[in-house]
């Protein structure tokens, strides 16, 4: 069985600004991936980030980065310089063996001006 | 093209209508998912399709039924829902199961209203 824990159901901070949201998860595969979705008021789950936990090096796209802790099977996303777009729902999720997406039950961003 | 198209947007159905979801997708995946999701909650698993075979349900209700009819195509019928099955239904495909997973892409959803 696979978990994936965020303790923060909110967040706020304030347009350029850095904020950083938690995930932990638990899985006893040693191949796994890792995500941070985005969910926008219009609803569509936006891939953010993803890392391969066979990778040391932590991912970054742009403004978004993770610190990946693996043997602390922990999973923080960093957003740097935010923006009002920025303002979602985000999900960390687990993809490990053969089994499908976990998600964690979200983290509302607020952001303000 | 990356997009995984949902039809209806919005749906609002009595208890006793049949109706249908509709997702498309023209990426040349080969699993397709279903996903029911309550307000500020994350979204739940209903059933998986690989290779246009139901290789998962989640022991979701037989008022729902789904259907694949081309790698490109995926369907969910509606017949007697309650009122808590009011929700966002979110579809999704990746390339593959497993491994391939981890590419997936997901629709705008449907939000349906039971009344």
């Known amino acids: 069985a696979q978990t994936v824990t965020q303790s923060q159901p909110e967040m706020s901070v304030q347009e350029a600004e850095t904020v950083t949201l938690s995930c932990t998860y638990d899985t006893s595969e040693s191949d796994y991936y890792l995500f941070w979705y985005k969910q926008p008021p219009s609803r569509q789950m936006i891939l953010v980030i993803r890392q391969e936990a066979y990778k040391q090096q932590n991912a970054t796209e742009n403004r978004f980065s993770v610190n990946f802790q693996k043997a602390a099977k922990s999973f923080s996303l960093k957003i740097s310089d935010s923006q009002l777009g920025d303002a979602a729902m985000y999900f960390c999720?687990?993809?490990?063996?053969?089994?499908?997406?976990?998600f964690g039950k979200g983290t509302m961003l607020l952001v303000s001006p | 093209d990356t997009e995984v198209t949902q039809t209806p947007k919005h749906l609002v159905m009595g208890m006793t209508n049949k109706k249908s979801l509709k997702c498309e997708q023209h990426m040349g995946h080969r699993a397709m998912y279903w996903y029911k999701q309550k307000a500020k909650k994350p979204p739940e698993l209903m059933f998986v399709?690989?290779?246009?075979?139901?290789?998962i349900n989640e022991s979701v209700p037989s008022r729902f039924s789904p259907e694949c009819p081309n790698s490109s195509l995926l369907n969910l019928h509606l017949h007697a829902l309650q009122p808590e099955d009011s929700a966002l239904y979110l579809c999704?495909?990746?390339?593959?199961?497993?491994?391939?997973?981890?590419?997936?892409?997901f629709g705008q959803g449907t939000r349906l209203t039971v009344v």
């Open positions: 999720a687990l993809n490990s063996g053969y089994s499908t997406l976990t």
């Open positions: 999704a495909s990746s390339p593959g199961q497993g491994r391939l997973a981890i590419e997936a892409f």
């Open positions: 399709y690989s290779y246009e075979k139901l290789s």
